[in-house]
C-alpha cells in the first residue's frame, strides 16, 4: 500500500477543501479508509471512515455535518465545508485492516504522508 494525500492548503474561515487519498497500488479497494488529523502539539484524531464497499461511513462529532468522506475505485475523498480554525492541521488517509469503518487508529496501519489544512479567521 502506497499512499499520497493530497487537496490541502490555505482557506478562510468557512470556507472549503476536498482532500484526496490514492493508493499508487490499489490494493485498498478491500479495506475500510480513514481520515486522520494532528495538530502541533496535539494528538492524532480521528477524523471520518468509509467501508469498503462505501455504504458505511464513521464521523468524529466535532466535523458531522460538515465533512463528507467518499470513495470510488481508486480514491477515498474528504469533501470539507464550513470550515473553521480548529480544523487546522495536518491529514492523513489510512488503510485499514479491516473492511469496515472505524475510529480506532491502531486499526490502521497503513499512513500515508499528510497533506496541510491551514484555515484562517
Known amino acids: 500500500v502506497q499512499l499520497q494525500a493530497s487537496g490541502g492548503g490555505l482557506v478562510q474561515a468557512g470556507g472549503s477543501l476536498r482532500l484526496s487519498c490514492a493508493d499508487s497500488r490499489r490494493t485498498f479497494s478491500n479495506n475500510a479508509v480513514g481520515w486522520f488529523r494532528q495538530a502541533p502539539g496535539k494528538e492524532r484524531e480521528f477524523v471520518a471512515s468509509?467501508?469498503?464497499?462505501?455504504?458505511s461511513t464513521v464521523y468524529a462529532d466535532n466535523v458531522q455535518g460538515r465533512f463528507t468522506i467518499s470513495r470510488d475505485n481508486a480514491k477515498v475523498y474528504l469533501q470539507m465545508n464550513s470550515l473553521k480554525p480548529e480544523d487546522t492541521a495536518t491529514y492523513y488517509c489510512?488503510?485499514?485492516?479491516?473492511?469496515?469503518?472505524?475510529?480506532?487508529?491502531?486499526?490502521?496501519?497503513?499512513w500515508g504522508q499528510g497533506t496541510q489544512v491551514t484555515v484562517s479567521s
Open positions: 468509509i467501508a469498503w464497499r462505501g455504504d
Open positions: 489510512a488503510v485499514s485492516r479491516y473492511s469496515y469503518s472505524g475510529r480506532r487508529l491502531q486499526d490502521y496501519p497503513y
